[in-house]
């Protein structure tokens, strides 16, 4: 994705744009086969079937390339849509769900709270951030909420409908109604997807100022401010307390990279 004033957030590329990625994940597991972590904006946004707010688009500049959305990069890997039989999304937004229509006969796993505000949109921002075009298939929902579990000492929901693989919800509210992480346990560490939780490296590792289009950003289109902050604060204190969790937002292409790197030296 391409913002305008690309200066605002730390970083510009051609006519002043910004670059931001759209970070799901593919998890390959033993008994589940494929889990993906938020889908990424789909196949018929590329082809302009869901309409996406032109606002948005001019605003935010995704690039709907071809060779973007999930399930063809699934292709590319020699996989089939059925092979993803899981799908665990942070939130509902259209560039973290978009391509729940490229998979539907998969599972769909998430914050009961976040379902109830995407059904039932009540405020002028959910009206106005969830597509009904996203989900008009109708997928297999599987809706949590905390009953007493724990992760790391916060709230969780760590078995998941279905799963057996170490892979669960945290709630991090704020962002959204219900907007969560999501843990997926990798070897001898825990990958931890923020989503939106935050969007800039520099909110969990302190090593400096989050940039002014970033921080207003988040202001912009957050449900519940305190509840936001309270889940960057608790996402901050796991990243300092624990040397196994690798942590990082949808959004910065640097903690992606970082991760890449990590990868292909492995």
């Known amino acids: 994705m391409c913002p305008v004033a690309g ?13 931001m990625v759209a970070h799901c994940l593919l998890v390959a597991t033993e008994r589940d ?6 889908t990424g904006f789909g196949t018929r946004d590329v082809a302009g079937h869901t309409r996406l707010p032109h606002g948005f688009r001019q605003f935010v500049g ?39 229509a490229d998979f539907p006969h998969a599972k769909v796993h998430l914050h009961a709270r976040e379902h109830a505000a995407a059904m ?27 009953d007493g ?36 346990r990798a070897g001898d560490r825990w990958l931890v997807h923020a989503g ?21 950003f988040e202001r912009l289109i957050q449900m519940d401010p305190t509840a936001r902050r309270a889940s960057v604060a608790a996402l901050r204190q796991l990243r300092e307390s624990y040397a196994d969790i690798a942590m990082f937002c949808a959004h910065d292409p640097r903690e992606y ?3 890449r790197a990590r990868a292909q030296a492995n």
């Open 7 to 19: 200066f605002l957030l730390g970083g510009q590329r051609l006519a002043g744009r910004g670059h």
């Open 257 to 259: 990279e970082a991760l």
């Open 62 to 100: 995704p690039v709907m390339a071809a060779d973007e959305p999930a399930i063809t990069q699934l292709a590319a890997l020699g996989y089939k849509p059925a092979d993803v039989r899981h799908i665990v999304v942070t939130h509902l937004d259209a560039d973290h769900a978009g391509g729940l």
């Open 149 to 184: 579990d724990t992760w790391r000492g916060l709230p969780a929901i760590t078995r998941l409908r279905g799963l057996d693989a170490d892979i669960g919800i945290v709630p991090m509210h704020g962002h959204t109604r219900g907007h969560s992480a999501v843990i997926v």
């Open 196 to 216: 939106d939780a935050y969007f800039h490296h520099h909110s969990v590792d302190g090593s400096g100022a989050i940039p002014v289009g970033f921080a207003a």
């Open 120 to 146: 039932v949109p009540t405020h002028f921002k959910e009206k106005s951030r969830y597509m009904r075009a996203h989900w008009a298939h109708g997928p297999a929902w599987e809706v949590y909420s905390e």
């Open 33 to 38: 086969g494929l889990v993906l972590i938020d």
